[in-house]
């Protein structure tokens, strides 16, 4: 585990938040798509883990319809993978949306990537349907994924 605080995100994160972006998606999310989504604070929730003024990992979701949230994105710099920082993020963000009463999320993670979809399980998320070529760039399939948070709670697989 590493020293640190969660906090909303900021416009001054862009560059931190871009280089993340850029170094885990294949698709990464341009300086304007990522300051619209953080500026959206009546429908978004977007909280960086910040080290001292660096920002080690991020996580956003989107507020649906009132009860439902979307995981609009997850990632975490490279070299921190696996300290945590992304378990910090969910807690955070599923504890939010229980008060404020949403009860599912949903979220779209590639079939590929075991490690991401093993955190979700942690939170209750279970696979319910595939987006044939989802992802544009590989044209990878993406697992559709829901969860029921007023009867999930997170265990410690």
């Known amino acids: 585990m590493t020293t640190g605080h969660l906090r909303d995100a900021e416009p001054r994160d862009l560059d931190q938040l871009l280089e993340i972006e850029r170094a885990q998606f294949p698709e990464p999310w341009t300086r304007g798509m990522l300051l619209d989504e953080i500026s959206q604070r009546d429908t978004r929730r ?3 883990w910040d080290n001292a003024g660096e ?3 991020y996580a956003g979701v989107m507020f649906v319809l009132g009860d439902e949230l979307h995981l609009n994105s997850i990632a975490t ?12 993020l969910m807690d955070d963000l599923v504890e939010d949306a229980r008060r404020r009463g949403v009860a599912r999320g949903t979220l779209e993670v590639a079939v590929s990537n075991e490690r991401a979809q093993r955190l979700y399980r942690h939170y209750g998320f279970a696979p319910v349907g595939v987006r044939r ?5 590989s044209g990878e399939d993406a697992l559709i994924m ?4 007023d009867d999930t709670v997170a265990n410690d697989s």
């Open 146 to 149: 829901w969860a029921h948070f």
């Open 133 to 137: 070529g989802y992802y544009g760039a």
């Open 55 to 57: 920002i080690l990992g």
């Open 46 to 48: 977007y909280r960086v």
């Open 77 to 88: 710099k490279p070299g921190w993978e696996g300290a945590g920082i992304a378990r910090l």
